[in-house]
């Protein structure tokens, strides 16, 4: 028995030692911004995929939906807000759920107007893309790329037990419709996260794609703490890039939407009831708050950050991006700067003992 334990321990401290965190481009910290007339995006192929073929057509194919998305995108959202107490037999029960959906369409012309400015692939095998679409100006040209995106959110309490459950789905469909002879491409990818148990289906035209089977971990980009004010959204990495940058990237146009000041309506209804059975005076109170928007929306991409093997993602209204700073930007260019100066005194010396 000893010496199965001691085996068991061997085992798991060299998986520990061996465990590999894998590392994002410092170029992902901060993208170009956008210009009077290109969009810049990124996108990400699936973790360790055989056929490099699939996994750039797959990074380039998110590429273009997420620039699509940034322009002129029509968004629809509600949320409700339910929570219950009562009083029965001397006891106090309350219970609190929350529900919110999102749907966002857009749509864009899609043909030979973009560029891949740079294409990386990390320890982890997943393509990393960074693209740049130049919008049609033609308000006649008729789209053919076609992107419908929905979000689900659920978090609820489970049996009066002050413990918080949630629920999140969110699914992406494109269709690229891509000459004369209506010769389409169709995408699905659907991300089930429950209390962080994620699973993921997706299909490539007509390709059932294996999903993402491991837990992966991935290296910070910063060194110390992360400043949230800095960031919309967040989400686990655990099943690789592409799946952490839809979920916040989702995340953060239905919160710039929910910010953003169109409201469309508000209601708020409650209800209460006496209940006196045997000779109990019990009390029970609902009351439900639902709040709906809808807007059209163009967005600019600010970059991301990994920290605590989560994605942050930074998104902005368009023309509204400011400035990014964060530390391991500043002590990257304080350690050049003093690097130089340690040069400089040394030939200066140099020069004078000469």
């Known amino acids: 028995m000893k010496h199965c334990i001691s085996i068991f321990l061997i085992s798991f401290i060299i998986n520990i030692s061996f465990a590999q965190?894998?590392?994002?481009?410092?170029?992902?910290?901060?993208l170009p911004q956008n210009e009077s007339d290109c969009i810049y995006a990124i996108g990400f192929s699936d973790p360790r995929m055989s056929d490099s073929v699939l996994a750039k057509n797959l990074a380039l194919n998110r590429?273009?939906?997420?620039?699509?998305?940034?322009?002129?995108?029509?968004?629809?959202?509600?949320?409700?807000?339910?929570?219950?107490k009562s009083e029965e037999y001397r006891w106090y029960f309350t219970k609190e759920s929350f529900e919110?959906?999102?749907?966002?369409?857009?749509?864009?012309?899609?043909?030979?107007?973009?560029?891949?400015?740079?294409?990386?692939?990390?320890?982890?095998?997943?393509?990393i893309l960074l693209l740049k679409l130049f919008p049609s100006q033609d308000i006649n040209l008729e789209h053919?790329?076609?992107?419908?995106?929905?979000?689900?959110?659920?978090?609820?309490?489970?049996?009066?037990?002050r413990s918080l459950e949630y629920f999140r789905n969110i699914k992406l469909n494109t269709l690229w419709i891509k000459n004369e002879n209506k010769d389409s491409l169709k995408t699905y990818y659907e991300?089930?996260?429950?209390?962080?148990?994620i699973n993921i289906e997706e299909i490539y035209d007509t390709l059932e794609i294996e999903a993402p089977r491991f837990h992966y971990t991935y290296k910070s980009s910063l060194e110390n703490n992360i400043d949230f004010k800095d960031f919309g959204s967040y989400s686990s990495l655990s099943k690789g890039l592409w799946q952490a940058y839809l979920d916040s990237y989702t995340q953060s146009i239905l919160l710039i939407t929910?910010?953003?000041?169109?409201?469309?309506?508000?209601i708020q209804d409650d209800f209460k009831e006496n209940r006196n059975d045997s000779g109990n005076n019990d009390l029970k109170t609902e009351s439900l708050a639902r709040n709906t928007f809808?807007?059209?929306?163009?967005?600019?991409?600010g970059g991301i950050e990994i920290f605590n093997n989560n994605l942050y993602n930074r998104l902005y209204l368009q023309n509204k991006r400011?400035?990014?700073?964060?530390?391991?930007?500043?002590?990257?260019?304080?350690?050049s700067q003093k690097d130089k100066n340690k040069k400089e005194c040394f030939l200066k010396k140099w020069f004078k003992k000469g």
Not at 23 to 29: A, D, N, V
């Open 191 to 197: 991300i089930s996260n429950f209390n962080d148990y």
């Open 322 to 335: 400011i400035a990014y700073k964060n530390e391991t930007f500043f002590k990257d260019k304080t350690s």
């Open 21 to 30: 965190e894998y590392k994002t481009p410092s170029w992902l910290q901060d």
């Open 63 to 84: 590429a273009l939906s997420i620039a699509a998305i940034t322009k002129q995108s029509k968004i629809s959202y509600v949320s409700d807000f339910y929570e219950a």
């Open 144 to 161: 053919n790329y076609f992107i419908d995106l929905e979000y689900y959110n659920q978090v609820f309490e489970l049996n009066n037990t």
């Open 258 to 266: 929910k910010n953003y000041s169109s409201k469309l309506g508000s």
């Open 100 to 127: 919110e959906y999102g749907k966002i369409k857009a749509s864009a012309y899609i043909n030979d107007n973009y560029e891949i400015i740079k294409t990386e692939t990390n320890s982890n095998g997943e393509i």
């Open 294 to 301: 809808m807007n059209t929306l163009s967005f600019e991409l």
